[in-house]
């Protein structure tokens, strides 16, 4: 991974370029995904996490991933680092 630094308001990307989410913070080697960002139903309106290592760079105002977003969303995981 990049040695750049992830900060708040980053948009987070799939490597397909797709939107995941928005960074609101980076806690403990995961970032935070914003809650606006959260999906539907019983996801709604809390924050998911995304584990650093899954970050292959950050370009601009961007944190790419290396999975596509479609898979990446299936390593979300809640704060408590259960899975989604």
């Given amino acids: 991974m990049t040695e750049a630094v992830i900060v708040p308001d980053m948009k987070v990307i799939g490597a397909d370029g797709v939107h995941v989410g928005?960074?609101?913070?980076v806690v403990?080697?995961?970032i935070r995904l914003s809650k606006r960002d959260s999906g539907e139903g019983?996801?709604?309106d809390h924050s998911h996490f995304i584990a650093v290592g899954l970050v292959t760079g950050?370009?601009?105002q961007q944190v790419r991933?290396?999975?596509n977003a479609d898979v990446a969303v299936t390593f979300e995981e809640?704060?408590?680092g259960k899975p989604v």
Avoid: P
């Avoid at 928005?22 to 913070?25: P, Y």
């Fill in 22 to 25: 928005t960074v609101e913070a």
């Fill in 28 to 30: 403990d080697g995961r």
């Fill in 42 to 44: 019983r996801h709604k």
């Fill in 58 to 60: 950050v370009e601009g």
């Fill in 65 to 67: 991933l290396s999975a």
């Fill in 78 to 80: 809640e704060q408590s």
